[in-house]
T-cell receptor, first 114, second 111 residues
Framework: GAGVSQSPSNKVTEKGKDVELRCDPI?????LYWYRQSLGQGLEFLIY????????KSGLPSDRFSAERTGGSVSTLTIQRTQQEDSAVYLC????????????FGQGTRLTVV | QKEVEQDPGPLSVPEGAIVSLNCTYS??????FMWYRQYSRKGPELLMY????GNKEDGRFTAQVDKSSKYISLFIRDSQPSDSATYLC???????????FGKGTKLSVKP
């Protein structure tokens, strides 16, 4: 595709359920980022993948959050046992190789936990 | 103290005004500085990118970085209603790794 694609665009889930959010980066981009944007807050870093290197997971807020990137392309962010405070927009971005090249963002997945 | 501070506004200006948006930061290790624009319910898009200190100009937009003061600015000349959006500053310690974002300033340009 032409840009970063995220699915679903909206997700409503019940508290305690698990959710999976998908990111399809721009073809050929080796760097992939996940961010969370809560109402009135800036973008909060979650996790960063660069090529075949071990991911930087330093931003994951709890062990309920995990992410993987298969084959260096598609990434899935999984939130287990969702809580109401997990409600936010989850944004994915990819860049050719690093922050010195433009990071392109997807439209985000709006997650609502009820 | 948060690593990156940005006044959330909102900021309202008349069409044609010069807009000044600012961020301060606390970590002297930041070397890469960016400004993103985010329209409602859209992902952020990169506006300006600067490495280390100095100025960079692109059309109506000018980005300034003062590392000695840990202060970055974005100036918008001849502002247009289409500039109405949230502007986010972002910075990184190195060429690879995560970006640290400010909270964003909501700008409204009135016709």
């Amino acid at each position: 595709g032409a840009g970063v694609s995220q699915s679903p665009s909206n997700k409503v889930t019940e508290k305690g359920k698990d959710v999976e959010l998908r990111c399809d980066p721009i073809s050929g981009h080796t760097a992939l980022y996940w961010y969370r944007q809560s109402l009135g807050q800036g973008l909060e870093f979650l996790i960063y993948f660069q090529g075949n290197s071990a991911p930087d997971k330093s931003g994951l807020p709890s062990d309920r959050f995990s992410a993987e990137r298969t084959g260096g392309s598609v990434s899935t962010l999984t939130i287990q046992r969702t809580q109401q405070e997990d409600s936010a927009v989850y944004l994915c971005a990819s860049s050719l190789d690093s922050v010195s090249t433009e990071a392109f963002f997807g439209q985000g997945t709006r997650l609502t936990v009820v | 103290q948060k690593e990156v501070e940005q006044d959330p506004g909102p900021l309202s200006v008349p069409e044609g005004a010069i807009v000044s948006l600012n961020c301060t930061y606390s970590n002297s290790a930041f070397q890469y500085f960016m400004w993103y624009r985010q329209y409602s319910r859209k992902g952020p898009e990169l506006l300006m990118y600067t490495y280390s200190s100095g100025n960079k100009e692109d059309g109506r937009f000018t980005a300034q970085v003062d590392k000695s003061s840990k202060y970055i600015s974005l100036f918008i000349r001849d502002s247009q209603p289409s500039d109405s959006a949230t502007y986010l500053c972002a910075m990184s310690r190195g060429s690879q790794g995560n970006l640290i974002f400010g909270k964003g300033t909501k700008l409204s340009v009135k016709p």
